[in-house]
């Protein structure tokens, strides 16, 4: 099993206890696990035949921590984002728009409203700020979400409700992990690597690369 804090597999320790109401055992088990290597525990919901709500601790689903390159104020949102998402989706997309609107404008696309900087990104002239083909498309796509374009998203409105599916949700959050490695991780190893060959190059008398 993988564990829903550090996303580590490990074996299955899961320890069940029948729930009780007025000394009386219900339909329903609690189990608890604890991850060997980060030491969290985990709390399982079922009924007795493996069905029901699953992991009620901790919250959210389980994917990857926020690459630390990524700035706290919009890794924060997003950590938010994440967790909400099984308890409202509509939610969890709203976390996710700000988000990314946050993405945007630390990079150089402000507008009035969200929809207008998601087209300056998609209109980006210069070929090396420009974003992979398939990023484009499912950037585009979140417009379309919950009829999107008919509500713009503003500094007033950013975190205004609006209707999406579960997994359009899911896939905003997906859209968001391509924009941090894009936007900040991949810039940054390139920016250290960059600086260790200049390294190498000043320690043997050479001019740094452009």
């Avoid at 564990?3 to 609690?30: F, K, S």
């Avoid at 969290?40 to 390159?69: N, S």
């Avoid at 409105?157 to 899911?170: D, F």
């Amino acid at each position: 099993m993988k564990c829903a804090h550090c996303l580590v597999h490990y074996h299955d320790n899961w320890i069940p206890q029948r729930l009780m109401r007025h000394g009386e055992p219900t339909g329903w088990v609690a189990s608890t696990a604890i991850c060997p290597n980060c030491k969290e525990f985990m709390i399982e919901v079922t009924d007795r035949g493996g069905g029901g709500p699953g992991i009620v601790y901790p919250l959210g689903t389980v994917r990857g921590p926020v690459p630390k390159e990524v700035p706290e104020p919009i890794a924060s949102d997003y950590r938010e984002a994440v967790t909400v998402l099984s308890a409202s989706p509509k939610a969890s997309a709203a976390l996710s728009r700000r988000c990314l609107q946050s993405v945007l404008r630390s990079n150089g696309y402000a507008s009035k409203d969200l929809a207008k900087e998601i087209d300056l990104l998609l209109s980006e002239p210069d070929p090396k700020k420009a974003i992979p083909g398939n990023l484009r498309d499912a950037i585009d796509a979140i417009r379309n979400f919950g009829n999107f374009s008919a509500h713009p998203i503003n500094d007033v409105t950013q975190l205004q409700i609006i209707e999406v599916e579960p997994h359009e949700a899911e896939w905003c959050l997906d859209i968001l992990d391509e924009m941090f490695q894009h936007f900040y991780v991949r810039p940054a190893e390139t920016a250290a690597r960059k600086a260790a060959l200049n390294a190498k190059l000043a320690a043997a008398g050479k001019p740094p690369a452009k």
